[in-house]
């Protein structure tokens, strides 16, 4: 089984980035930053340059909780990583010479939160470039301001221990996060393959107990010896017909279609069902409104044939309806569900739009 996963399946569901402690986190997050941001305003020469640092480091943690793809994909990781050198240097360009005090640093330790999960999202290289763009940044500016280029890369240097630590982590937990959500997946398709075969074995039953109800008293008249009447032999013959309709008909036959082709044969139209198996793949609402439409089409018919066969898979139309007895009629049921008639328009609609429930 492949790990890729979809969406809503990915290393976020194993640690919890989704719950609302996440959220709640993340929250607390935002607010001390900004009130860091915000509070070591001593000497800062444009403190709006410092509230949009702290916008894009948002921004990015941001992302680690909202971005889809496991891995990360490169669109989001970019970006992320970007952000933290970027935001040092917005930052950094506006404190005091010497700073006021060690808080003002703290996009350093802000950057830092996010880069970590970047890390455990499966962008550790891209995590790995943002810090070491921080640590440049920073022996950048102090270097350029006369403080040395080891001052700016000393108090920035101590992110590199955290981030260390998230990724032997993310060595450890992905492979694990990655083998449960494989054993997610394997249980969620032992269920729908349950499911399914439970479906089966009810359409099964229902088979079985229409032909029960149907085809006993017949047979027991024929083991008593007993000649059939003219009745019994029509009997017969529809008793046939329904067999058919239940082995050549697959899922166009419901309890509804099944009565609505006895009345038909009654009335002396011929019925020809096929089934190519392209009901197989479509949903419920669809295999439903085919239904509709044959039961309305043999409804309609008063004498003559009438020959429904479902197309295989992959075609642009799922099902075609022929109604012959003085001139043709042809329905048809295109994938997307729109429906072709040579019929008047009101039968169309009723099909659409039909009332009855399901048999």
């Known amino acids: 089984m492949t790990t890729n996963q979809t969406v809503r399946d990915d290393v976020r569901d194993i640690l919890g980035m989704r719950t609302p402690a996440a959220w709640l986190l993340s929250g607390l ?64 360009r506006q404190l005091p010479i010497p700073m006021d005090n060690s808080t003002q640093l703290w ?87 349950e499911a399914a075969a439970q479906a089966a074995q009810q359409e099964r039953d229902e088979r079985v107990a229409r032909l029960d109800s149907a085809a006993r008293p017949l047979l027991e008249v024929i083991a008593s010896g007993r000649g059939l009447t003219a009745p019994e032999q029509a009997e017969c013959k529809l008793v046939e017909a329904e067999l058919r309709d239940d082995i050549l008909g697959g899922l166009m036959i419901d309890a509804s279609v099944g009565t609505a082709a006895r009345y038909a044969r009654q009335r002396g139209v011929t019925v020809v069902l096929d089934d190519g198996g392209g009901l197989d793949e479509v949903d419920t609402d669809l295999r439903q409104q085919v239904r509709t439409v044959l039961r309305d089409a043999l409804d309609y018919a008063d004498g003559g044939t009438v020959t429904a066969r479902i197309l295989p898979p992959g075609r642009a139309t799922l099902a075609s309806i022929l109604l012959r007895d003085n001139g043709e009629l042809r329905i048809e049921v295109q994938a997307d569900g729109a429906i072709r008639s040579d019929l008047d328009d009101q039968l169309v609609r009723d099909a659409k739009q039909d009332p009855r429930p399901a048999g």
């Not at 330790?109 to 891209?126: E, H, K, Q």
């Open 29 to 92: 997050l935002a607010v001390a930053v900004c009130s860091m941001a915000l509070a070591a305003d001593d000497g800062i020469r444009d403190i709006r340059c410092t509230a949009f640092a702290a916008l894009l480091i948002l921004s990015a943690a941001a992302t680690m909780i909202l971005a889809p793809g496991d891995p990360l994909p490169v669109r989001f990781a970019a970006p992320a990583a970007l952000a933290a050198p970027l935001a040092t240097a917005l930052a950094i």
């Open 107 to 193: 996009f350093l330790g802000a950057a830092s939160a996010y880069l970590n999960f970047l890390c455990v999202r499966g962008a550790p290289l891209w995590a790995w470039s943002g810090v070491l763009g921080q640590i440049a940044v920073c022996g950048w500016w102090t270097a350029r301001t006369g403080q040395g280029l080891l001052t700016g890369v000393g108090f920035s240097f101590i992110n590199l221990t955290p981030l260390l630590m998230a990724t032997f982590f993310a060595r450890v937990i992905r492979p694990m996060a990655h083998s449960i959500l494989a054993l997610r997946q394997q249980d969620t398709d032992r269920a729908a393959a």
